[in-house]
């Protein structure tokens, strides 16, 4: 699988988060993103339990507008 970069938060600095990536995979369409590790107590109590090869990252709803984006340019061509 290979990743390739779409975008990241503006507000955010040169090596800063939230990033949005999208992969190659043929069987289904998925990114990857590269956010800010959620440690708060209470949100995670509100999750749930979280497998160990799991994390809750949190990203502003502009990295979700760029994986919608995203989308529909992949079927526009299609």
Known sequence: MRARFLGKDPQ???????????????????????GW???????????GDIPAHETIVEIPAEIIDLAIRHRQEQEDRS
Do not use: C, I, M, N
């Open 12 to 34: 955010s600095g040169k090596d800063g988060s939230p990033t949005l990536f999208a992969t190659d995979r043929e069987d289904r369409a998925s990114y990857l993103v590269q």
């Open 37 to 47: 590790r959620v440690t708060d107590a209470s949100a995670l109590q509100d999750v």
